[in-house]
């Protein structure tokens, strides 16, 4: 078996969606495609949610019937045959019936689920009925609302997924290609929900995890995983092969390329992920495995939206249990922290998630003086940063004599160095790097 996901712009019109119906060929290979809404579509309807939040039901119902009306047009595109085009009609009027249903009352966050759920329903059912339809193809369209779900701890339910793919995949023993719907699944309480923005590259993983798949594939706009944030930096280039540590890293610290947890399944099956580009199939693409490289450094990532919290006490001096009872406060208000420095008399950290950020700061200060930071950014380093290339943190530090850095830890890993600075300071940095680590790699890539 082999997952392969398309996202958004890779099934962004009636013509990429027919280019994917010929990169899933594989006769003799079971495969599940996992897609994302149609780009933009995701984007659209979390505007659509805020309207009819905001009480503006008239802008929102405006919105709602352009999108609608999109949707027609993209369906009599794919869909040439009159008879099936009407089929498609319905699929999309259906979907859009379900969205207006929710204008009539104050949107709830369950409504607001709902809405953002039918992205992924509409390119998949419209996928779904061009495959079968028009092109006279076997495929099974697996209702992903029945067997990805979160746990009580809002994470995937990696037991549950598994025996109710299994169910449903043992409906259809001769079936060899089955299309799902990636970002979606059911919660605790079974209500609609979601894995996040980009969560589509995690479905593909957690379905790669459960099937036990040979490889999970996920297909974009871009030929593999850069070197650096190519939205940022000219000239970057696509690194051929990484850990699954190191791209775990570079999505956490925002590669946007995959979700922050989509190598983590992956990793925990050993399962090889490929990053490949629907533009150029040919490209081969990022292999990500257990095997790694010997490049010190081979990639730059950052992310964007870091608070950091200095707690400085002279209690801590010489005291053990200090630093127990500061993470214990993170802890109580579910907060997962990114990045830690610690001297004598102090501990500083980093989190990205501050919506319990005034209660933690007021438990905070029971310990000593506080002080907070906002609008920062991590930039992370991924690398074979093993003690023999020690040259390597000197180079970092040498390329970014003119950049203020706010904390710097090295050593938490083998593969990573993480520094903070100010996001007004975010692209000089990342341009810096690429100049002084990368430059003589770009001209021979
Ligand atoms: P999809 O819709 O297929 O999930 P995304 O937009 O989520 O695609 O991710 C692909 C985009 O990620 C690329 O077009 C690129 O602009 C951006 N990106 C950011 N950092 C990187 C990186 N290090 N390598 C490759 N792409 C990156
Ligand atoms: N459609 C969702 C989003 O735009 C999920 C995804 O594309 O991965 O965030
Ligand atoms: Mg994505």
Redesign the pocket.
């Known amino acids: 078996m082999k997952v392969l996901k398309f ?2 712009t890779s099934v962004g019109t009636a013509e990429r969606m027919r280019a994917v119906a010929g990169l899933i060929q594989a006769p003799t290979e079971p495969r599940i495609v996992v897609l ?2 149609m780009s933009g579509t ?1 984007n659209a309807l979390v505007n659509i949610a805020k309207l009819l939040y905001e009480g503006d039901t008239t802008a929102g119902s405006l919105q709602i019937e352009v999108l609608r009306q999109h949707y027609h047009i993209v369906a009599r595109e794919l869909l040439p045959e009159e008879a099936v085009a009407a089929e498609g009609l319905k699929l999309v009027d259906e979907s859009f019936k379900s969205i207006f249903g929710l204008t009539r009352q104050p949107l709830s966050a369950t409504g607001e689920k709902v809405i953002l759920a039918q ?2 329903l509409l390119s998949t059912r419209l996928f779904h009925l061009y495959l079968t339809r028009i092109r006279g193809e076997r495929a099974v369209l697996l209702p992903a609302l029945e067997f990805m779900r979160l746990d009580a701890d809002e994470e995937p339910d990696a037991a549950y997924i598994r025996e109710h793919l299994a169910r449903q995949l043992a409906q259809y023993p001769d079936a060899e290609l089955f299309i799902t719907q ?2 979606i699944c059911r919660n605790v309480g079974g209500g609609i929900d979601n894995l996040k ?5 995690y479905s593909a993983s957690l379905i790669g995890a459960a099937a036990g798949a040979s490889e999970i594939q996920i297909w974009t706009d871009i030929d593999g995983l850069h070197n650096n944030d190519p939205r940022v930096v000219p000239g970057t280039y696509p690194i051929r092969e990484l850990s699954f540590d190191e791209a775990a890293e570079l999505a956490y610290f925002g590669a946007k390329i995959l ?1 922050p947890s989509s190598v983590l399944p992956a990793r925990e099956h050993g399962i090889p992920v490929r990053l490949l580009n629907t533009m150029q199939p040919e490209a081969p693409g990022t292999l990500i495995s257990a095997r790694t490289g010997d490049e010190a450094i081979k990639a730059v990532a950052a992310k964007d939206g870091l608070t950091a919290i200095r707690v400085k006490s002279s209690r801590m001096l010489l005291a053990y249990g200090f630093l127990r009872s500061i993470f214990d406060v993170f802890e109580r208000f579910r907060t997962p922290i990114d990045m830690v420095t610690t001297s004598e008399v102090a501990v500083s950290l980093t989190i990205d998630d501050d919506a319990h950020l005034p209660a933690i700061l007021a438990e905070l200060r029971r310990f000593g003086t506080v002080e907070v930071d906002t609008d920062l950014s991590i930039v992370c380093l991924v690398g074979n940063l093993v003690q023999e290339h020690h040259g390597a943190a000197g180079q970092v530090f040498d390329t970014l004599r003119d950049v203020p850095l706010r904390m710097i830890s090295y050593g938490g890993s083998p593969n990573n160095i993480s520094i903070l600075i100010n996001t007004t300071d975010k692209q000089r940095a990342l341009l810096a790097l690429n100049d002084g680590l990368f430059r003589r790699a770009t001209v021979t890539p």
């Not at 923005?197 to 590259?201: E, F, H, K, N, V």
Request: glycine share 40%.
């Open positions: 996202g958004g994302s809404a995701t992205g992924e990636g970002y923005r980009g969560g589509s590259d979700h």
